[in-house]
């Protein structure tokens, strides 16, 4: 029976998060029922209940002087009415121990995010294959172990931004771009041991041996650098620096390590080569409507949003839990930055998306379901990829989402608008059939049914843009024909119908992530993003995205990038 | 045999109630006074003259064309009134209407309207004599509930969280009171300027009431896909999956 797979895995943090209120309720002799009571008495104790919003008000004082204008008041609020009528109530990071409060989720306030973010503008994967065939071929250079070593030394003192060849140069203060590093990786094991062990990131160690297996598999010989230019550098330009930049200082490598002309035409082949024909970007540039250029948020793939996520490598045996980091770092990325702020701007989009990984709200309804469709079909990626798996398990935890929220109504109040919850139970109705089927064409009908079932349930879904999206969607899975479909793993940020929407983004990259997860699959769309954001010398911790987003709401968390080395002490 | 519409399944009390609404066949429950909803709705003081943005359209020589032949303007657009619009935030406790049905309501029975649908409110736009009266027939219809229902154009807030004690849908800028007559007043118009008296919108329903007339399905009233370890669908289901399934594998060309 579906009943045992309950585990109300919320109950922790809507206990965390309701305490001050049944706290204060109690004192004034009003008993709350309990989690489950419709009625509440509404405190309105305003904004000074939240250490954070009183942070903000001290702050705000301390710089009127300064500014010599006004600026952060909560009391402008609607005719004075501030924020705070109702609690204002703390997230707790799904599956951690952090507690933080709203605003510690703004990517503005939390540094891990900007730095997730930042990891990503500021990698670029260079193929070394065709340089190494300009160098032997057409220079008559010998290409071996030693000479790459020696080629890797001089780069990851080139790329931060420091002189080769030429004199008289100006250069990177190495404590501001610290974070900059190049590591290769190979497919070819016996090359990889050959290569001093700070250079390399290692498949074997990093990957269960499978999954290292795999690949290994998909890369064959070929031999890559992930490169990972400084975190200033992309913060002060944008994303499509990034490619310039490393081409750059892949070319003055070069230049030094092989003793090459520094004019000859050979040198326009591996500049092509390292800015073109061997490049891999994060993302696709933009068309000029929403003009961005590569490695910017917008063109990033769901596929290679779910390969960057490293928690496949440390928990392959739950694909949930894999799936769910997805969910958070597609989430944040995609909602609160792509769409939250280059798309709109402002706070709203941060509410929407924190419903996704936090308070285990959407933990709780993706274990129901993988519990469930485990039961009934004998384990990951045993149900058949059917429509009508599809609508049985999209149908149930669907039903059991909404059974949850209208049995504990702290639950509904904490997921308060409707693309909040279409969101997560659309993502668990995702999730469970992706991990069930292993096919992302069947997930997306998932998803897409239990938008429906939701709107009908209770007359109402997400905002205006939910219209399209999502009851016309159906029609556009089980499509490969590019203007009526893609593969889920293909599709990204601006695919037509999904280029608007909050709640949707990081919720179909965790989807994408589950039916590889679910698979076994070492990656789900390409295994050089996976192998490349398994680097260790990455700032932020790919593999648990919610703990470090929880890091950096804590402000436990040190970002790269930081300016204040140069500038007078505070 | 004349045509009579299938708008919605089901032979529960929710599947019966949406059906109502979308017909437009509503019981009416209260008579709110023309001026107090003209109040409330907060777009211009009861008894001022109506903003235009054009001249009536009989003045404005208007070329002659089949479909102005086949349709009558309404009141307002006849009159050249602007749009305005009034928005309803419907609470998922037993609210008698929800955002999907109200939206239907409007599009099926009111001429020239422009409804919206949120998940925490529903509005609806149209020329402002219009609107008006859509409004006044919203407001007295048993669509309403003065305690699980109010007017909001800004600061919506309120549809999922838990009433407040005495039933009152939680509203952050407390709109409307419950008074000790047991009567709901509204003391402060959708955007939340105070009002310059206090309007009175009658008892609220009890909650045997609402849970009568309510449109929305819930596991404590009518659900729509049984319990856990029990489901049992209601017919909604079967229709959505049956519409879900047909659009998934042709999309809009189920031949």
Sequence with gaps: MAVKHTKKLFMKALNKKFATEQKVLASKGVIEENLQGQKTGYLRLGPEQSARKREFMEYAKKLEGKRGMTGYNPYVHCGGIPLGQRQLVPYKLSSTEYVVEGDDLHFVNNPAMQQMWDDIRRTIIV????????????????????????????????????????????????????????????????????????????????????????????????????????????????????????????????????????????????????????????????????????????????????????????????????????????????????????????????????????????????????????????????????IDVAKELATEVTLYGIEQYEAYPTLLEDHFGGSQRAAVLAAASGITTAIATGNSQCALAGWYLSMLVHKEAWGRLGFFGYDLQDQCGPTNVFSYQSDEGNPLELRGANYPNYAMNVGHQGEYAGIVSAVHAGRMDAFACNPLIKATFANPGLVFDWTNIRDCFGKGGAREFRAAGDRSLVMPAV | MAYTPQYYPGSASVGINRRKHMSGNLEKLRDIAEADVVAIMGHRAPGADYSSTHPPLKEMGEPDCPIRQIVAPTPGA??????????????????????????????????????????????????????????????????????????????????????????????????????????????????????????????????????????????????????????????????????????????????
Excluded at chain 1, 202 to 217: H, T, V
Excluded at chain 1, 240 to 255: N, P, V
């Design chain 1, 127 to 386: 193929g070394l294959d065709m340089a190494h065939e300009v160098l032997q071929k057409r220079l008559g250079k010998e290409v071996t172990p030693e000479t790459i070593n020696n080629y890797l030394e001089i780069l990851n003192h080139a790329m931060p931004g420091a002189a080769v060849v030429q004199e008289h140069m100006v250069e990177t203060h190495p404590g501001l771009v610290d974070d900059c590093n190049v590591r290769i990786f190979t497919g070819d094991d016996a090359l990889a041991d050959e290569i001093d062990e700070q250079y390399v990131i290692d498949l074997n160690k990093l990957f269960p041996a499978d999954q290292a297996e795999q690949i290994k598999a998909a890369i064959g010989k070929t031999t890559w650098q992930a490169i990972h230019v400084p975190t200033i550098v992309v913060r002060s330009c944008d994303g499509g620096t990034t490619s310039r930049w490393s081409a750059m200082q892949l070319c003055m490598t070069f230049i030094d390590a092989y003793n090459m002309c520094a004019g000859e035409a050979a040198v326009a082949d591996l500049a092509y080569a390292a800015k073109h024909a061997a490049v891999l970007q994060m993302s696709e540039m933009l068309p000029a409507r929403r003009a961005r250029g590569p490695n910017n948020p917008g063109g990033l793939s769901f596929g290679f949003m779910a390969d960057m996520v490293q928690t496949s490598r440390v928990r392959p045996q739950d694909p949930a839990y894999v799936s769910l980091n997805v969910v958070a770092a597609g989430s944040m990325l995609y909602d609160q930055i792509w769409l939250g702020s280059y798309m709109s701007g402002g706070v709203g989009f941060t509410q929407y998306a924190t419903a996704a990984y936090t308070n285990d709200v959407l933990d709780d309804f993706s274990y129901y379901g993988v519990d469930f469709a485990n039961d009934k079909y004998g384990g990951f990626n045993k149900a058949p990829k059917t």
């Design chain 2, 78 to 255: 006849a009159a050249g009134d602007r749009v305005r619009y009034s928005q309803w935030t419907d609470s998922m406790y037993f609210a008698p209407s929800i955002p999907y049905f109200r939206s239907y309501w409007g599009a099926i029975n009111c001429k020239g309207c422009d409804p919206g649908t949120l998940s925490g409110r529903q509005i609806i736009e149209a020329r402002e004599r219009d609107i008006e009266a859509y409004t006044k027939k919203q407001y007295d219809s048993e669509m309403t509930d003065v305690a699980l229902c109010s007017m909001r154009g800004c600061t919506v807030h309120g549809h999922s969280l838990r009433l407040e004690e005495n039933g009152m849908q939680f509203d952050m800028l407390a709109r409307t009171e419950l008074g000790k007559d047991g009567n709901v007043y509204g003391i402060k118009d959708q955007v939340g300027i105070p009002l310059d008296k206090k309007i009175n919108l009658g008892k609220p329903m009890s909650e045997a009431e609402a849970k009568k007339r309510t449109t929305i399905f819930r596991f404590d009233g009518v659900p729509m896909g049984g319990k856990i370890g029990a489901r049992k669908y209601d017919e909604a289901v079967e229709a959505l999956h049956h519409m879900w399934e047909l659009r998934s594998k042709w999309g809009y060309r189920p031949e």
